[in-house]
């Protein structure tokens, strides 16, 4: 692979990697959990189903008390976990996009238009 290649996917996928960390760091918003303030109590959330506040909330509550325990600050192990499930998503969705390149497995990441231009 030439450089030029190498470089357009180096850029792609640290925009990539951008993106998903903003959506998941949206998506902790919408749970009560931000890095910069106290969190919202999960219980005065309207806004979540039963599933998110009683399954959900308390199972990423737990992951980010890991990477506290492990002797992060709170908005430090916030971060972690963004970073982290941000990384998880795009590594699980590039390996489906290369599964479904070498033809092991029919469309399900992009349309065929987005596959030619890439």
């Known amino acids: 692979m030439d450089k030029p290649a190498k470089d357009a996917i180096h850029d792609l996928v ?5 993106t998903l960390e903003a959506e998941v760091e949206r998506e902790l918003g919408r749970y009560g959990i931000t ?6 109590d999960a219980s005065t959330l309207s806004r979540l189903s039963a599933k998110e506040r009683d399954e959900d909330r308390p199972r990423i509550e737990a992951t980010i008390q890991r990477e506290q ?3 992060l600050d709170p908005a430090a ?28 497995t029919q469309r399900s ?8 231009s890439a």
């Open 69 to 71: 325990d492990a002797g």
């Open 77 to 104: 192990a916030v971060r972690v976990f963004i970073r982290e499930t941000a990384y998880t998503h795009m590594n699980r969705l590039l390996g489906l996009k290369c599964i479904e390149v070498r033809g092991l």
């Open 109 to 116: 990441v992009s349309n065929e238009r987005i596959c030619e």
């Open 35 to 40: 890095a910069d303030r106290a969190w919202i």
């Open 14 to 18: 640290l925009g990539l990697r951008k």
